[in-house]
C-alpha cells in the first residue's frame, strides 16, 4: 500500500457524488470503489434490516482470492460476502498494477461501524446545503416505495426504523469527520462543497489532488455518457443495477461534464416544504454551517 494512493470519499446522497467517482475513473491506473459500506449496512449479512433479503441479478465474470477478497474489477458481485469485517480487508487489498485507489461511500451507511473504517486512505468529505439535499433526497426516498406516494407524504418518517434517520445524516458526517481527525487517520481530511465542485470543477479536483498526492489533468473534466464505466468499479450487484437503471441516477447516466448549478437569489421559505423534509432542513443546517465554513476553498 505504501506506494498506492487510496482515497475515501465520503458523501451524503443527492451530492453529485457518482458523478465525482465518474470523473476520478479517468486518473491512469486507477481502482475505483463504489458503495461497499453501503452494500454491507444494506444487503450483506450484518445488514441493520435481518429480515430483508434483497433479489440481486447475477452478473458473471465474479471471482474471489483465496483470501475470500474480489479479483478485479469485481463488478456487480453479490452482497452476500459483504459484511462490515470483509469490506475493510477489500479496501486494504493489495490492488496490483493500480497506483490510486478511490473508494465511494455514503457516510451514514457506516452505521457507528468506526472499526472497519480502513488505514491508508485519505479521507475527502462531499456535502451540500441542505436545502437542495432533502428535497431530492425525498424523491429518491419515493423511489423505494415504488411510488405509491406522493412528496406530500410524511415520505422520510416512513423509512425502516432501523436504518440511519436522514434527519440525522449531517450530524453523522460530523461526527465520523471527528473520528477519523482524532482517531488520527487522517489528521488533515478536506470537505468540498458540491455547489463549488460543479461551479469550479477544474480549481476544485486540482486543488484536492494536489493535497492528496494524485497528479491533475483536464481529463477529469468530461466523459462518456452511459454507464458502461461501472464494469471497471468493484461495486455489489445491488448497487450496479440501481446505478444503471434508477431514476435516481439518471444524471450519472446522462452527463458527459460538471454542470454548473443553479444559484436561487434567496434561500426558499422553509414553510414551503413538507414537514418532513423541514425537520430535516432544521436539525442539518447547524452541522452543515460548521462543516461549510471549514470546507476547501479556491
Known amino acids: 500500500m505504501s506506494d498506492q494512493t487510496r482515497v475515501l470519499l465520503w458523501a451524503l446522497p443527492r451530492t453529485c457524488s457518482t458523478i465525482l467517482l465518474k470523473s476520478l475513473s479517468n486518473i491512469p491506473e486507477s481502482q475505483m470503489i463504489c458503495e461497499i459500506f453501503s452494500s454491507a449496512n444494506m444487503f450483506g449479512p450484518d445488514r441493520v434490516i435481518p429480515t430483508y433479503i434483497p433479489t440481486e441479478p447475477i452478473y458473471e465474470g465474479i471471482e474471489l482470492d483465496g483470501n475470500g477478497l474480489l479479483k478485479l474489477p469485481g463488478s456487480g458481485f453479490m452482497s452476500s460476502i459483504c459484511s462490515f469485517e470483509w469490506v475493510k480487508r477489500q479496501l486494504e487489498a493489495d490492488y496490483q498494477g493500480k497506483k490510486v485507489i478511490i473508494?465511494?461511500?455514503?457516510?451514514?451507511?457506516?452505521n457507528g461501524r468506526y472499526d472497519a473504517i480502513p488505514k491508508g486512505y485519505r479521507h475527502v468529505f462531499l456535502i451540500r446545503n441542505p436545502y437542495k439535499v432533502f428535497p431530492s433526497w425525498k424523491k429518491?426516498?419515493?423511489?423505494?416505495?415504488?411510488?405509491?406516494?406522493?412528496?406530500?407524504?410524511?415520505v422520510f418518517d416512513l423509512l425502516p426504523k432501523e436504518l440511519s434517520h436522514p434527519e440525522d445524516a449531517y450530524k453523522e458526517v460530523t461526527e465520523l469527520l471527528q473520528h477519523i481527525k482524532e482517531s488520527n487517520l487522517d489528521t488533515d481530511p478536506i470537505i468540498i462543497d458540491s455547489d463549488d465542485l460543479l461551479q469550479n470543477p477544474k480549481e476544485i479536483l486540482s486543488a484536492v489532488c494536489s493535497r492528496v498526492g494524485i497528479p491533475y489533468s483536464d481529463s477529469l473534466l468530461s466523459w462518456e455518457a452511459g454507464s458502461s464505466i461501472i464494469n471497471q468499479w468493484l461495486m455489489s450487484s445491488g448497487i450496479k443495477v440501481n446505478t444503471e437503471k434508477s431514476d435516481t441516477t439518471k444524471n450519472f447516466r446522462n452527463t458527459t461534464c460538471f454542470k454548473k448549478p443553479v444559484h436561487e437569489s434567496e434561500i426558499p421559505d422553509l414553510a414551503t416544504f413538507p414537514l418532513d423534509v423541514q425537520r430535516c432542513i432544521e436539525n442539518s443546517l447547524p452541522y452543515f454551517l460548521t462543516l461549510f465554513d471549514q470546507r476547501l476553498k479556491c
Open 140 to 154: 429518491m426516498s419515493l423511489e423505494f416505495f415504488g411510488r405509491k406516494l406522493t412528496p406530500e407524504d410524511p
Open 103 to 110: 473508494a465511494k461511500e455514503f457516510a451514514n451507511n457506516v
